[in-house]
T-cell receptor, first 113, second 105 residues
Framework: NAGVMQNPRHLVRRRGQEARLRCSPMKGHSHVYWYRQLPEEGLKFMVYLQKENIIDESGMPKERFSAEFPKEGPSILRIQQVVRGDSAAYFC???????????FGPGTRLTVT | TQLLEQSPQFLSIQEGENLTVYCNSSSVFSSLQWYRQEPGEGPVLLVTVVTGGEVKKLKRLTFQFGDARKDSSLHITAAQPGDTGLYLCDGALNFGKGTSLLVTP
């Protein structure tokens, strides 16, 4: 069984560009979570989605960030007009149902120049 | 937000030593998860503790959930270099900052 897949693994964007991060959950998992990790701050929850629904976006910045999990295809975390402060590792996790036991992908490391 | 405090922040020990790391909160959790993260990778789930006072063992790792379900500990017996990593506790999607463990041969 393939685990959680994220791509790209590394992404470089210039200030003002858009970043799109993709996450394919484990087979059979319908719940997806996005986190951001910075060395000084730890792993921070951003958003929790089920297919076609955002369940909890309490950790998502109000501007420039959006997430979706369509009926078909991967979950997408989109960051518009990136700034240097967006540089971080972004992790996606999935679970079979409503569960705090999550399976993480390898992450996307975003660098904004 | 329910805060989870992990201690110590850093720990460097030699192979064969025992160690305990802690995860504390003032909030009650229905469950706590422990993960290990290696550099450049995502966290890997180790265990879930659910019942107050529960003890779970995973080879040389022993996890305990506090009676009041506010805290948890992880004890490693005879640490090995392969135990090196960042140990994270998680309650209700809130992660502690982790304990960074280095085990040297």
């Amino acid at each position: 069984n393939a685990g959680v897949m994220q791509n790209p693994r590394h992404l470089v964007r210039r200030r003002g560009q858009e970043a799109r991060l993709r996450c394919s959950p484990m087979k059979g998992h319908s719940h997806v979570y996005w986190y951001r990790q910075l060395p000084e701050e730890g792993l921070k929850f951003m958003v929790y989605l089920q297919k076609e629904n955002i369940i909890d976006e309490s950790g998502m910045p109000k501007e420039r960030f959006s997430a979706e999990f369509p009926k078909e295809g991967p979950s997408i975390l989109r960051i518009q007009q990136v700034v240097r402060g967006d540089s971080a590792a972004y992790f996606c996790a999935s679970s079979e149902g409503l569960s705090y036991e999550q399976y993480f992908g390898p992450g996307t490391r975003l660098t904004v120049t | 937000t329910q805060l989870l405090e992990q201690s110590p922040q850093f720990l460097s020990i030699q192979e064969g030593e025992n160690l305990t790391v802690y995860c504390n909160s003032s909030s009650v959790f229905s469950s706590l998860q422990w993960y290990r993260q290696e550099p450049g990778e995502g966290p890997v789930l180790l265990v879930t503790v659910v019942t107050g006072g529960e003890v779970k063992k995973l080879k040389r790792l022993t996890f305990q959930f506090g009676d009041a379900r506010k805290d948890s500990s992880l004890h490693i017996t005879a640490a090995q270099p392969g135990d090196t990593g960042l140990y994270l506790c998680d309650g209700a999607l809130n992660f502690g900052k982790g304990t960074s463990l280095l085990v040297t041969p």
